[in-house]
């Protein structure tokens, strides 16, 4: 059940790479990250609200874990996808979604310093596996990093870095609110709110903002919502797998989005980013991985 919840926020993800970089041809990242976020909000709590009116169990407020989803959100999200949005610009959806996947190597060793979580040598293996896989999928055609400008590259590389440990601790702290208080939908709603008021506070001229938000191009606005509801839903499987399996291995699971970004990349909006035999390999190394962690 874990992985499968995990294979469907990797969905998710993937999916939100593709809107944002149609959202930010549009709209400015400072003002579309703010509706993204509301967005995630919103859509949160109407998920809490059905999960409360379904649930058989009654809902109990704890304070610690709800501590530890409100401090995911800060560092998950706020920080580490605004990074992720800065990466995208500089980088490129199928580059940046190769970075992204290497935050679940973070993940390993913050879950074993928070939450004392360790796997076996064969896990490990597993997870070295598809993390190389990943890696391996870049392609070395026309679209290769070496390709970019010296200045953006370096740009790119240090908001890769940041995004990497910002999403790779965020995840640990969402796993270890998760092994105090299981409560995924609205430990997720804690953590996006938190992520929401730190935007907010972070933004100085609300004036331009309001008029910026209020005079925009509409469809970057929509996109932008789109965003907001593919990252909610996202945040809240992977919360979920979390319950299930390993916080490493979820996390794992989630960023295998260059699976789905390079296909799409290079199939349906004609990227240069051209698929090999690297590529295949890689694929196939993930592939392999994923389905041998499942049967383990």
């Given at each position: 059940?874990?992985?499968?919840?995990?294979?469907?926020?990797?969905?998710?993800?993937?999916?939100?790479?593709?809107?944002?970089?149609?959202?930010?041809?549009?709209?400015?990242?400072?003002?579309?990250?703010?509706?993204?976020?509301?967005?995630?909000v919103l859509?949160?709590?109407?998920?809490?609200?059905?999960?409360?009116?379904?649930?058989?169990?009654?809902?109990?407020?704890?304070?610690?874990?709800?501590?530890?989803?409100?401090?995911?959100?800060?560092?998950?999200?706020?920080?580490?996808r605004r990074?992720?949005?800065?990466?995208?610009?500089?980088?490129?959806?199928?580059?940046?979604?190769?970075?992204?996947?290497?935050?679940?190597?973070?993940?390993?060793?913050?879950?074993?310093?928070?939450?004392?979580?360790?796997?076996?040598?064969?896990?490990?293996?597993?997870?070295?596996?598809?993390?190389?896989?990943?890696?391996?999928?870049?392609?070395?055609?026309?679209?290769?990093?070496?390709?970019?400008?010296?200045?953006?590259?370096?740009?790119?590389?240090?908001?890769?870095?940041?995004?990497?440990?910002?999403?790779?601790?965020?995840?640990?702290?969402?796993?270890?609110?998760?092994?105090?208080?299981?409560?995924?939908?609205?430990?997720?709603?804690?953590?996006?709110?938190?992520?929401?008021?730190?935007?907010?506070?972070?933004?100085?001229?609300?004036?331009?903002?309001?008029?910026?938000?209020?005079?925009?191009?509409?469809?970057?606005?929509?996109?932008?919502?789109?965003?907001?509801?593919?990252?909610?839903?996202?945040?809240?499987?992977?919360?979920?797998?979390?319950?299930?399996?390993?916080?490493?291995?979820?996390t794992l699971?989630?960023?295998?989005?260059?699976?789905?970004?390079?296909?799409?990349?290079?199939?349906?909006?004609?990227?240069?980013?051209?698929?090999?035999?690297?590529?295949?390999?890689?694929?196939?190394?993930?592939?392999?991985?994923?389905?041998?962690?499942?049967?383990?």
């Open positions: 059940m874990g992985i499968t919840l995990a294979l469907l926020a990797m969905l998710c993800f993937a999916a939100n790479i593709f809107i944002l970089r149609a959202a930010m041809a549009r709209m400015s990242i400072e003002w579309g990250f703010l509706v993204m976020l509301a967005v995630n859509f949160t709590a109407v998920a809490w609200a059905l999960e409360l009116h379904l649930r058989g169990t009654q809902f109990a407020f704890q304070w610690k874990g709800a501590a530890w989803f409100a401090l995911s959100g800060v560092v998950g999200i706020f920080f580490g990074m992720l949005l800065d990466a995208i610009h500089a980088l490129g959806p199928a580059r940046t979604s190769v970075l992204h996947s290497s935050s679940p190597a973070v993940t390993l060793i913050a879950a074993w310093v928070l939450v004392g979580e360790r796997l076996g040598a064969y896990e490990l293996a597993l997870m070295a596996l598809v993390i190389v896989g990943l890696w391996v999928t870049q392609t070395s055609g026309g679209a290769g990093l070496g390709e970019l400008r010296p200045a953006a590259l370096r740009r790119g590389a240090v908001f890769g870095l940041l995004l990497i440990v910002g999403f790779g601790v965020g995840n640990a702290l969402r796993g270890l609110a998760m092994r105090t208080w299981s409560e995924a939908i609205f430990g997720s709603l804690l953590g996006t709110g938190s992520a929401l008021l730190c935007q907010a506070a972070s933004i100085r001229a609300w004036p331009r903002a309001s008029a910026e938000l209020l005079g925009g191009d509409r469809r970057g606005l929509a996109l932008f919502a789109a965003s907001g509801v593919a990252t909610a839903c996202g945040s809240i499987l992977t919360t979920s797998a979390m319950g299930y399996v390993e916080i490493a291995i979820a699971i989630t960023f295998t989005t260059p699976l789905v970004v390079f296909p799409v990349s290079v199939f349906v909006f004609g990227n240069r980013e051209g698929l090999g035999l690297r590529t295949v390999a890689g694929a196939v190394m993930v592939l392999a991985g994923v389905a041998l962690l499942a049967l383990r």
